[in-house]
């Protein structure tokens, strides 16, 4: 079993640019395909980005793909998420996923197929 592990998170001004970062615990995370999902108070958890096993086929929901990019480096057992241009309305809890799909070269957008979560990372950005 994984257990992913979520980092990088923190207060930013609107134009500023963080990489939250999703290390494991366990088992290594190079084998699954991966996601990152944010929820902001008060609204349903949605999908930002997702990559496959080994980071060929991407995807990064419509609202942030000029601005965000997802990658992995599975030697260092990471996935990254690289936010730029940051918004106020990007302020979010951003939670970092696995799906039990070794070595799957699909990404998945939804958050039920995924069956390991972590606990979230805590992005604010100020207007």
């Known amino acids: 079993q994984v257990q992913p592990v979520e980092s990088g998170g923190g207060l930013v001004q609107a134009g500023g640019s963080l990489r939250l970062s999703c290390a494991a615990s366990?088992?290594?995370?190079?084998?699954?395909?991966m996601g990152w999902f944010r929820q902001a108070p008060g609204k349903e958890r949605e999908s930002v980005a997702a990559?496959?096993?080994?980071?060929?086929?991407?995807y990064v929901t419509d609202s942030v793909k000029a601005r965000f990019t997802i990658s992995r480096a599975n030697a260092k057992n990471i996935v990254y998420l690289q936010m730029n241009s940051l918004k106020p309305e990007d302020t979010a809890v951003y939670y970092c996923?696995?799906?039990?799909?070794?070595?799957?070269?699909?990404?998945?957008?939804?958050?039920?197929?995924?069956?390991?979560w972590g606990q979230g990372t805590q992005v604010t950005v100020s207007s």
């Open positions: 990559i496959s096993w080994n980071g060929v086929n991407t």
């Open positions: 996923a696995a799906k039990r799909d070794y070595y799957s070269g699909n990404y998945y957008i939804t958050s039920g197929e995924y069956n390991y």
């Open positions: 366990g088992r290594s995370l190079s084998v699954y395909p």
